[in-house]
């Protein structure tokens, strides 16, 4: 259980001293047990019993999430991220080999979990079925991932192979994002809501989701206003699944 006595007598005291209640507490081992008392004037008006039921475990529903930056984000976005204090990549969305070439290793000095999302020319591609050609990929940092929205079974194949071999040879990750929930502001606040309802939802179905917010002040708001809730309820956060290539 993740229910804390010792801190729920804590924000008690730090409560009721405005009022000159005391709260004396007991702990009763091997029990797990603890009584506290609220004390007025000397007079015990109330005796709360706190017992650990190790049957209410709360189950952990697994899911990961990303956030995406169309642009080099600013230092109080990134830190609008930390807050969340969750094992979230950032996205960095890139096209050309200079941005891959410069984007990441600046971002690494300010936060530690990046990836790179590498969109290709939207007239001859789509973005998010597209990899980078081999070519590309010498321009991407050792040990970076990058996002894949193929399936799995693409790496295997004779297209595949060759930007699986480049990867391999710099110890390239792809993050598995080919069934992931893409969510941004322009949804709106009540369907971005009802979205992340159903990521949680699939996350509760033990489906381990996966959903991509595109970053700006009001994305980031919405979410962390949901993810508060779904923690609650048992959702855990881990970092997004990589594929074994």
Not at 28 to 42: A, C, F, T, Y
Not at 214 to 228: H, M, N, P, Y
Request: glycine share 2%.
């Amino acid at each position: 259980p993740r229910f804390s006595k010792t801190l729920l007598h804590t924000e008690l005291n730090r409560s009721l001293y405005p009022y000159s209640v005391r709260t004396p507490a007991r702990a009763l081992l091997p029990e797990d047990r603890m009584k506290i008392q609220l004390v007025l004037n000397g007079t015990v008006i109330r005796t709360l019993s706190l017992q650990t039921d190790k049957e209410l475990i709360l189950e952990r529903n697994f899911a990961s999430l990303l956030i995406a930056f169309k642009d080099y984000p600013s230092s109080r976005l990134i830190d609008e991220v930390k807050r969340f204090g969750e094992p979230i990549p950032i996205a960095l969305r890139v096209s050309t080999a200079e941005q891959l070439r410069e984007g990441i290793p600046n971002l690494n000095q300010r936060y530690s979990h990046f990836c790179y999302w590498i969109e290709a020319d939207p007239e001859t591609d789509d973005s998010r079925s597209s990899l980078p050609p081999v070519s590309l990929l010498e321009h991407v940092p050792n040990n970076t991932p990058i996002l894949s929205f193929r399936e799995p079974s693409f790496f295997s194949s004779e297209k595949g192979k060759p930007v699986a071999e480049a990867a391999s040879e710099k110890n390239i990750p792809f993050i598995d994002v080919n069934e992931a929930l893409i969510l941004d502001s322009n949804l709106g606040e009540t369907l971005f809501k009802q979205e992340l309802e159903k990521f949680a939802i699939r996350a509760q179905q033990q489906k381990h989701p996966v959903a991509i917010v595109i970053a700006d002040e009001q994305s980031l708001q919405w979410l962390r206003e949901k993810l508060a809730t779904f923690k609650k309820g048992g959702l855990y956060l881990i970092h997004p699944p990589n594929i074994n290539l």
